[in-house]
């Protein structure tokens, strides 16, 4: 059963992302526009953190939203970021965004990778990058 978005500005974010893809003309490429579109608005233009170990960051562990470096957090770094997924699931990026500029910058980039992840799967869920 697929799945249906009621939520009317994660929709209109998800095709704001969606014609930034096809603009760029680079479905290889994606991940990494997400992930620079979705940092921009964090951190501002031009600003985008550096990873410590690659250009992207790893997968999420099964049964889990965030990225596997996030394992050894604390438990209410880890439940923070999942409610500011959760927000930007249901009310949209920028609400969530909004959100989480006000914590630390660990919590920020933890949400920054777990988004542009969760985003990342639901283009590809949708046919969006083919």
Do not use: C
Request: hydrophobic letters at 35%; aromatic letters at 6%.
């Amino acid at each position: 059963m697929e799945q249906k978005f009621e939520h009317s500005a994660l929709e209109q974010d998800i095709q704001e992302l969606s014609r930034e893809v096809k603009e760029a003309g680079s479905v290889e490429r994606a991940k990494e526009i997400i992930r620079t579109s979705v940092a921009e608005k964090i951190y501002g233009p031009g600003v985008i953190p550096k990873p410590s170990a690659s250009s992207m960051p790893p997968p999420p562990r099964p049964g889990s939203p965030l990225p596997n470096y996030a394992q050894d957090l604390p438990p209410e770094v880890k439940l923070k970021v999942e409610n500011f997924l959760d927000l930007a699931w249901h009310k949209g990026l920028n609400p969530a965004i909004k959100e989480v500029k006000k914590s630390d910058p660990l919590t920020m980039d933890l949400f920054h990778d777990a988004i542009t992840e969760k985003l990342y799967n639901e283009f590809k869920k949708r046919g969006l990058l083919k």
